[in-house]
């Protein structure tokens, strides 16, 4: 039961993230091609980040439907994930005002860091409220949180060279990848944990 | 049961993208008839769009019902569908403010082509997901995606011309006319289709 | 079941208008007494739209639980209705930047007529589509909307008049003042006609 | 069923109010570690305001789970509870460009305090719904309302004084530390009740 209003308010929350973002990608002063043009590099950053919150948002949702009830920790954890996701429409931003410059990439990276660890922090938490041996197990041995982690750290030093500036952008979607189809371990694990919960 | 959290996102940002359009229409500056007069052509773009916004929220809801679960091709198709939808505030400021100049009109018109895509691309995804015959062949075989296509591209072409640009907003509206009726093929086949799934 | 989206979907409309009103009311410029007393008419009309606004979420929620069933009319009268509820935070803002100048306040007025006009057309909608003559004959024989409708006539009429034109606002919050109780006649036929229905 | 409306109501705008405090953390304007830096205040007072939001939604998830029915006193205690939550991202705006100023910290400390009689009153409504002789006496005997509002008033007092203005902040958070582990004993009374009411 309460676990609808936690999926109702977070849906809430990332449904505000994503569509704000647009909106930080002002109007075009004028009416000519130049001021259309002008507006590539926030299109291109809107597109980045679309990507990863739509990415974020499927995972969220394969990732609540694990939760059997929802527990304090769970509720604080998923506040700290939509904390780390709500900076995303200013990083987004700035990126694209300042045509992908150095220190704004290098802080989009970190943002994403830190949010993807916030959502591993919530897959913790959720998967630690489940008394279940075998979901444990199967989310220990996995390798997918550490590739993503590494492609993001990756992503995070290019930002500093200006020549491979441009990679970090790729890495980061790349790092989004394994995610873009939704987490089968979860699910797979859902329909066996049944078993046992019900 | 995911399909209650597609579509309690999918409103949220439905409802975040067609209210936070009328923002764009800013607070006139100064409390005379001119100042508000200004605001007249913005007030306009925001008819015609809240009309083609509401248009589609009508029949993402329809489509929906048709849904019985939610593949993460669906997931992906609704998302796009979504970005596709968030351009729209943008759009119908840029168009009020340049008081439906040129550009602004044709990048409109191409926004809405892109939207329409983007929901029949959904609505095949869904179609897809039921293995039901009736309902794929009363699909194949209707007109109604191509005359909207057909009057959209036909808005395209007017809006290179100024002397009737103005048709480029009709022809829009008329194209989102017979989707005002909410889709009868997918209730009727959903009510068809109901006597077999379950 | 659709009725269940259509609420939900009102409520993220209704949510996103009753918040953004405040967002207009822009932080003050400065860090002394005088930057924050400048706000003071703002606060005012935010204070009157939020009355408004809230009454009106107050006795939409009264209304769909009446509706047993959502058609195609009952979805386009609540977009309309929505329509003209988000026309609130521009108007709230400017009569509040103006310090409740007189076309400000007289077009503040109109949209709060328009608006009232597009509730009670919803109200038709939803009680023609049940076949309740109880339901029907109390709705015809009440004088609630008239009285309403007549209040804020009266209040346009102060909005033209300098000296009077404070009246206006307690008019529109006198004229709210019946609605502010849920509206009884629906809960209690609403109760009856459950005895007709299932 | 109309308390599932409230929720999703209070939800709706409570994500806003907490997404849309973002907002008002500017875009660094330029592209170095200044611009970066100058937003640090900024990114304080949103932390701040995020725990004491994030709290609210917590606590208020719990108290609307012990509510069986929702009446007009509940309605409008609620709406009064989210009006008072709505000035957030304008105090906490305001607080963090001013550098965290005298005034700005008072502002910003009544809000909060409001804010939380608001809860308070939202709390008694709720409360006072049930005929429940153990909830009444279990809330009449806590002493936890009244240490977070003497916390509160001391953080109040603390905001007048230059020197020791940091502590206000301080204050609040620990005045809401009390209400991060969601609130025990209606849970507790939650259970005994249902014993009774059903």
């Given at each position: 039961m309460t676990k609808g209003r936690l999926e109702a308010f977070s849906d809430g929350v990332i449904a505000i993230i994503i569509t704000i973002t647009i909106l930080?990608?002002?109007?075009?002063?004028?009416?000519?091609l130049e001021a259309l043009l002008s507006l590539l590099p926030l299109a291109v950053s809107y597109l980045v980040s679309f990507i990863m919150v739509g990415t974020h948002w499927v995972n969220h949702h394969h990732l609540l439907q694990v939760a059997s009830h929802v527990n304090g920790k769970i509720l604080w954890a998923n506040l700290f994930y939509l904390f780390t996701l709500s900076f995303f429409p200013v990083t987004t931003s700035w990126v694209g005002r300042t045509h992908f410059a150095q220190l704004p990439t290098t802080v989009y990276v970190l943002i994403s860091l830190l949010e993807f660890f916030s959502y591993v922090l919530l897959q913790q938490a959720i998967v630690h409220s489940k008394d279940c041996v075998i979901l444990n197990q199967v989310m220990d041995e996995s390798k997918k949180e550490l590739i993503t982690f590494a492609i993001e750290v990756l992503a995070l030093i290019c930002s500093f060279f200006t020549p491979v500036r441009w990679a970090s952008y790729v890495l980061l979607v790349l790092g989004a990848a394994p995610w873009i189809v939704p987490d089968l371990r979860m699910s797979m694990v859902y329909e066996q944990s049944a078993l046992y919960d019900d």
């Open positions: 930080l990608i002002q109007v075009p002063e004028g009416e000519g």
